[in-house]
């Protein structure tokens, strides 16, 4: 069993769409990143999120992380074919960060 | 400057075989991991090297897996007697000082294939 579920595993929308991706845990976790791979290339780490509730955006992303710091979303408006890829997050706990098995996204022209 | 790199991009091997996966980290960064990805699942945790401290090998599946780091720079990720279950891509990653809210640099990963 995975400790970090992502869902949805897969998700195809048309660019102009809004979507929304969410990484669950029943652990409690110190910090949360989320991180960007696309294919032939390693893992890009987007954001870090600290603090329950706290939320932050990078131009169309918002990361929100929550209140309990067990899960966190990632909503991107307005999608675009760059951003298609493997949207990982991974939760911190102790010295290790645990990752989860990734969102694949698909942005069609 | 450059960032994380690995060689060999890609490495078939026959079951039974030993292979060398190596990672050269960025200059200056003190802090080196592995990880490994399989299909459909996220990274798998390895080991861990911090400057000179003994590195945290808990991640490491087997007694058949193990890591050497010289001169705190460059990693050497050694695979022993392969199988066919060890096919994934391994991946590297440093940072500048460790993992606690640090930003870990990933290189572009080794593609593993036991035949």
């Known amino acids: 069993t995975q400790l970090l579920e992502q869902s949805p595993q897969f998700l195809s929308i048309q660019e102009g769409e809004n979507l929304t991706v969410y990484c669950n845990s029943s652990s409690v976790f110190s910090s949360l990143q989320w991180y960007r791979q696309e294919p032939g290339e390693g893992p890009v780490l987007l954001v870090t999120v600290v603090t329950g509730g706290e939320v932050k955006k990078l131009k169309r992303l918002t990361f929100q992380f929550g209140d309990a710091r067990k899960d966190s979303s990632l909503h991107i408006t307005a999608a675009q074919p760059g951003d298609t890829g493997l949207y990982l997050c991974?939760?911190?706990?102790?010295?290790?960060?645990?990752f989860g098995p990734g969102t694949r996204l698909s942005v069609l022209p | 400057g450059a960032g994380v790199s690995q060689s060999p991009s890609n490495k078939v091997t026959e079951k039974g075989k030993d292979v060398e996966l190596r990672c050269d980290p960025i200059s200056g960064h003190t802090a080196l991991y592995w990880y490994r990805q399989s299909l459909g699942q996220g990274l798998e945790f390895l080991i861990y090297?911090?400057?000179?401290?003994?590195?945290?090998k808990s991640g490491l599946p087997s007694d058949r897996f193990s890591a050497e780091r010289t001169g705190g720079s460059v990693s050497t990720l050694t695979i022993q007697r392969t199988q066919q279950e060890d096919s994934a891509v391994y991946l590297c990653a440093s940072s500048l000082v460790g993992p606690s809210t640090d930003t870990q640099y990933f290189g572009p990963g080794t593609r593993l294939t036991v035949l």
């Open positions: 090297f911090q400057g000179n401290s003994a590195p945290d």
């Open positions: 991974a939760g911190r706990i102790d010295q290790n960060f645990v």
